[in-house]
């Protein structure tokens, strides 16, 4: 778990299109942030630079205690989740939640361990065998999100997650998502366009406007705003 900051923070794209604005923005340590605002105001951006999927042109952006501006996104202790989901059609879903850990040569056993409590907490061991392309929209979006959870890093940040699913998949993947930051309690960034979504995940939400913060309140503060 980390505190995530955002310090004058500007992204000025090559063509010149000034994405992010001096924008200034604090999640603190497990907390649930959701990022909304109109199409063009930033929330892609800002999440890409957290990631260092993006080079910002200023300000400092830190994750936990370190400035992250010049680490890889690999150093970041990050995990993306993203509406695409993103999984390897040839593996299987043990494997496809496992691939991540792999990679950076985590023992046999302590994947195990992981890929297993992932795939209890996400409803997802009867389906450890399948591939991809025999699992529903929703379970697809699970196995994204166990990817996430096993790798146990510092922040979660996801663009849009359900954005891809229907509407009934939606309410009982918001349910998941709560249940899963009550028990890891996980510091979030939560990218959305979508007003239920936002008032039922975040403790707060950040309303981005022409890549500067607009407003950050709790949703009982936005629902009590006149
Ligand atoms: P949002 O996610 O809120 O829709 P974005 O972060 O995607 O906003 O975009 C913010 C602004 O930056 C928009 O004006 C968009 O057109 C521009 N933009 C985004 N990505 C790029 C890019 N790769 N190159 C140039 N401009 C970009
Ligand atoms: P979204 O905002 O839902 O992520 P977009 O269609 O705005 O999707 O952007 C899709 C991709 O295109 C993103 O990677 C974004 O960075 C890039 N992009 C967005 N606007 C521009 C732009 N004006 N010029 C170049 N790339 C852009």
């Known amino acids: 778990m980390a505190r ?46 957290i990631a260092g999927l993006e080079e910002i042109t200023g300000g400092t952006i830190s994750i936990g205690e370190r400035v992250v501006n010049d680490l890889p996104p690999k150093d970041r202790d990050i995990a993306m989740v993203f509406q695409n989901y993103a999984l390897y059609p040839h593996m299987t879903v043990a494997d496809n939640l496992a691939f991540g850990l792999k990679l950076r040569h985590t023992p046999k056993t302590e994947i195990k361990r992981r890929v297993g409590e992932a795939a209890a907490m996400l409803g997802l061991e009867p389906y450890l065998g399948r591939k991809p392309a025999a699992l529903s929209g929703g379970q697809r979006q699970r196995v994204a999100m166990g990817r996430a959870i096993v790798r146990e890093p510092a ?23 709560n249940q899963l930051h009550e ?9 959305t366009h979508d007003q239920v979504e936002a008032m039922t995940l975040g403790d707060r939400v950040c309303v981005l406007r022409d890549g500067k913060l607009q407003q950050a309140d709790t949703p009982q503060e936005l629902f009590d705003a006149p």
């Open 4 to 49: 995530i900051a955002l310090d004058h923070v500007e992204k000025i794209y090559g063509g010149g299109v000034k994405a992010l604005d001096d924008l200034n923005l604090e999640v603190r340590e497990g907390e649930f942030m959701v990022l909304v605002g109109p199409s063009g105001c930033g929330k892609s951006t800002a999440l890409r630079s």
């Open 155 to 177: 922040a979660f940040l996801m663009d849009e997650p359900l954005s891809n699913l229907d509407a009934k998949l939606r309410v009982s993947m918001r349910a998941a998502l």
């Open 183 to 191: 028990r890891l309690g996980t510091t979030t960034v939560y990218v």
